[in-house]
């Protein structure tokens, strides 16, 4: 008995077209789509970060005007007793080429009748409020230290 060998396809020419259409490589690359896609994500992520960056320049800037506005106080304040008197009243002005106007407040302090019996000085306390105000990008903006000094009894 014969032994019939399998079926073997001939290596013409519609073998090889389709052994050629098997072994060539998917299309290499992003679609147009793809593109445009990463390109609008981007966008919004560089619009994002020049937002979040512009807002810390800007409060950078508005921390630096409230510090030079706590300076202000601080040096009209510590003046309090020594170049100005304690006394009631007001007294402003402004610094030199900044545009920072400064207002200290003084008024008495009423003590409790029980607490003003038990000591007997010439002396009052006064609550002292000093206010520096100055205008930022169109904004009033304004900055209040306030404190305790002692002066004459009125």
């Not at 619009?47 to 512009?54: A, E, I, M, T």
């Not at 407040?105 to 007997?120: H, I, N, Q, R, W």
């Amino acid at each position: 008995m014969a032994v019939s060998a399998p079926y073997k396809a001939s290596s013409g020419q519609y073998g090889s077209k389709m052994r050629a259409k098997r072994r060539r490589a998917p299309a290499q690359g992003f679609s147009i789509l793809e593109i445009l896609i990463a390109f609008v994500v981007m966008a919004m992520v560089v619009g994002s970060l020049l937002r979040l960056f512009g807002t810390a320049i800007h409060n950078v800037a508005l921390a630096e005007e409230y510090s030079f506005a706590v300076q202000v106080a601080e040096s009209r304040l510590q003046t309090v007793g020594t170049a100005i008197a304690v006394e009631k009243g007001s007294i402003n002005g402004e610094e030199q080429a900044t545009g920072y106007q400064w207002v200290v407040t003084m008024e008495p302090l009423e003590l409790e009748a029980e607490t003003e019996e038990s000591f007997s000085l010439s002396i009052q306390a006064y609550q002292v409020d000093v206010t520096v105000s100055w205008d930022s990008a169109g904004k009033k903006r304004q900055f209040v230290l306030s404190s305790l000094r002692f002066g004459e009894q009125i």
